[in-house]
């Protein structure tokens, strides 16, 4: 085999895990974490409660599992998304003027995604979080500022996109929606979802707020 054609098998391969750890498991911990942040709409109490209940999985397997299922993934899926983003595939003609605009947005969703992340979980989860977690008055202090509050709305709206729509691109990238038919409805169940998400979401946050 030419050295060509092991690098197109290795690209092939890193490109269904790049694929693959988009929604599993980071896919899936966004949406546990969107719900753990909806339960501000049942109140201040209610979200309290959420936190303090993945605050009683013992430290040690808490911390193997955010390892293990969050933080290597997402290097992972970054580190590689940010080598495709800066390939300038843009594929004009090749879809509907829609899905041009879609394969846009995931990329520049996944270029807010980068400082977002990086601000967000090294803010949130190594100055602020102690071992108890992150209360609701706490949020609601840090969010009480005008800018940190759009651009947490903003990173909240651009991570659901980027998951939703990547629903939909990776139903395409797997073989699971062959066709247009297939992909017109898959593409849009992910925007049903998207819209579903994003309320919550964006409800969410003015719940802190409130
Ligand atoms: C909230 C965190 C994230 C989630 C849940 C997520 C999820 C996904 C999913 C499900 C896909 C679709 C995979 C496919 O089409 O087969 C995807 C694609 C992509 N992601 Fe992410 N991602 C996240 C963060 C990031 C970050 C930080 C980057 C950094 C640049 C990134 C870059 C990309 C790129 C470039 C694609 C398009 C791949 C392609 O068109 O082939 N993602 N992501």
Redesign the pocket.
């Known amino acids: 085999m030419s050295n060509n054609t092991e690098c197109v098998h290795t690209d092939f391969y890193v490109?269904r895990l790049?694929?693959l750890l988009?929604?599993v498991p980071?896919?899936f911990f966004?949406l546990e974490h969107v719900i753990t942040i909806s339960q501000v709409l049942g109140g201040g109490h209610a979200f309290d409660a959420a936190v303090a209940k993945l605050a009683a999985i013992p430290h040690d397997i808490l911390i193997t599992l955010e390892i293990v299922f969050i933080a290597i993934p997402?290097l992972i899926?970054?580190i590689y998304?940010?080598y495709?983003?800066m390939q300038a595939k843009l594929n004009p003609g090749r879809y509907g003027y829609m899905r041009n605009k879609q394969?846009t947005l995931?990329?520049i969703t996944?270029?807010y995604?980068?400082p977002f992340?990086l601000w967000h979980v090294g803010y949130l989860r190594f100055i602020v979080k102690g071992s108890e977690g992150i209360s609701f008055a706490q949020m609601s202090s840090y969010l009480d500022n005008p800018i940190v509050f759009a651009l947490y709305v903003i990173g909240l709206v651009a991570?659901i996109f980027?998951?939703t729509n990547?629903?939909f691109?990776?139903s395409?990238?797997?073989g699971i929606s062959k066709g247009p038919r297939v992909q017109s409805v898959v593409n849009k169940m992910a925007w049903g979802l998207f819209v579903i998400l994003a309320a919550v979401g964006v409800a969410s946050m003015f719940a802190f707020i409130g």
Do not use: N
């Open positions: 490109r790049h694929s988009g929604i980071i896919g966004l997402l899926h970054g998304g940010m495709i983003a394969f995931q990329r996944a270029w995604l980068v992340l991570a980027h998951f990547g629903l691109t990776f395409i990238t797997w």
